[in-house]
């Protein structure tokens, strides 16, 4: 269970002589996301409260929360899911006026065709008090803002389009002036529903209001800036990337629990089982691999969900002995294990998202690979082979098939500690959130104290 101090703590700053001079407090605003598997979310409180920051992760719907422990009176947790969603979304609606908005809204929204969403979500702005997307946020703000208790914060930090949305709504309804910081994880444009359109457009408004911007990488800022008409020069970039020194000896994890003979090799998946991860093609290739790798898939979520599920019911059927799945919770503080546990590393990701093909400095499975010296294999997008080409951790591949996944084994195998010490170099220089978190802060406090003034 997420520990802290449940009532929240007012951190005071001393100067060396110990005069306090002032407080200084955080809100962090996380949505229908993996805490449990994100190391950006879980190292940022962690870095906040090491600055002098009382921290306040205020989720909703997110999913594994209960993997992470954050052991410090100076972090907070306020889950507002059971708060929110008690109550239906309509309940929310008061007023004739709105309720018969909210009413026309509902119409559109199960009528219309989804892929046209541009034009009314754009256009007619009036609509939208009425959706149900701004319905639901304006019940979460009030939620988060009844458990915040009128706490005077420092700065709000929003992740991802809900998180930054939740951030400035609870900002507007409390009528509160608090910078707000958008810290971007995930570029997702493909899904067209009519909430997820609203959502997009109302983030649009909000990342202009905001402070400061935190993503990846270059590549990454730029298409989030062009899809919210931003100047991306300004963004502070910060790899998606882990703590800690670099995990050096072996893990016997996988072995244990899978009873995987010492003369058998381990390809590791850590990540969502989910089809833009593209699952499917890459089983389809393991028995086409040499005779003694064997596939491991670590998972953070219920393998009962519809997808894995039926891609488990292949496994189970086709590669007895090829392929083994874990889907068994662990602490965050243990998942160095898991990963040490592999011999090579693999991921790939379907280009069905802008965001999918600029995953280099993005993915947390390549950042727990490389701290853990294990070489991996993935897709060759640019982002990928600049990695493999500087730092000589991974293979790229042109396309995922047995025999390009075999040649690559094969090829890491012949100078394997080599790749190794080259992935702990590119942990140390890309993936180590301990050498970029500070200077992010710094410009994070820089940029809201020059706003202030």
Not at 224 to 231: E, I, K, S, Y
């Amino acid at each position: 269970m997420l520990r802290g101090n449940v009532d929240g703590a007012k951190n005071q700053e001393e100067d060396p002589v110990g005069v306090i001079v002032k407080n200084k407090k955080v809100a962090l605003f996380v949505q229908r996301y993996l805490i449990g598997s994100s190391p950006t979310i879980v190292h940022a409180v962690e870095c906040l409260v090491e600055r002098g920051y009382a921290v306040d992760l205020i989720v909703y719907r997110c999913i594994n929360v209960n993997d992470v422990t954050f052991d410090s009176a100076m972090v907070r947790v306020i889950d507002i899911t059971k708060a929110v969603d008690e109550k239906h979304a309509g309940k929310h609606v008061v007023g004739t006026w709105q309720r018969l908005g909210h009413n026309v809204v509902r119409l559109v929204e199960t009528r219309a065709d989804t892929r046209n969403w541009g034009w009314p979500v754009s256009s007619v702005g009036w609509l939208h008090p009425f959706t149900s997307y701004h319905i639901v946020l304006s019940a979460q703000a009030r939620a988060a803002a009844a458990r915040m208790n009128g706490a005077e914060y420092t700065f709000f930090i929003g992740f991802d389009t809900d998180g930054l949305n939740l951030a400035s709504r609870v900002k507007e309804q409390c009528r509160i002036k608090v910078p707000v910081v958008y810290w971007n994880l995930e570029i997702l444009f493909a899904d067209t529903s009519f909430d997820r359109c609203v959502g997009r457009h109302l983030e649009i408004k909000n990342h202009h209001r905001s402070v400061a911007t935190i993503i990846q990488d270059e590549a990454r800022a730029e298409i989030l800036g062009r899809h919210n008409r931003l100047a991306h020069t300004d963004m502070l970039l910060l790899p998606c990337a882990v703590r800690g020194r670099p995990v050096r000896r072996k893990s016997d994890y996988l072995r244990r629990m899978f009873h995987i003979p010492d003369d058998k090799k381990i390809v590791l998946y850590a990540g969502s089982i989910q089809p833009w991860a593209m699952c499917e093609e890459m089983l389809a290739t393991v028995c086409d691999w040499p005779e003694d790798w064997v596939l491991v898939m670590h998972t953070f979520h219920p393998v009962t969900w519809r997808y894995p599920s039926q891609l488990m019911t292949t496994i189970r059927a086709r590669y007895q002995g090829r392929v083994f799945v874990s889907s068994r919770p662990v602490k965050y503080e243990e998942l160095d294990q898991v990963i040490a546990g592999g011999d090579i590393g693999i991921g790939f990701y379907r280009d069905s998202e802008p965001g999918n093909t600029v995953v280099g400095t993005a993915s947390g499975k390549f950042a727990y690979y490389c701290r853990c010296g294990i070489p991996f294999i993935t897709n060759d997008y640019p982002s990928l082979r600049r990695i493999a080409d500087r730092y000589g951790c991974a293979e790229v591949l042109p396309e995922i098939s047995g025999r390009f996944i075999g040649q690559a084994i094969e090829k890491i195998v012949t100078a394997y500690e080599t790749y190794r010490e080259n992935a702990f170099r590119c942990f140390e220089m890309l993936y180590s959130f301990d050498a970029h978190f500070e200077s992010i802060i710094a410009a994070v406090e820089s940029q809201i104290a020059g706003a202030a003034g």
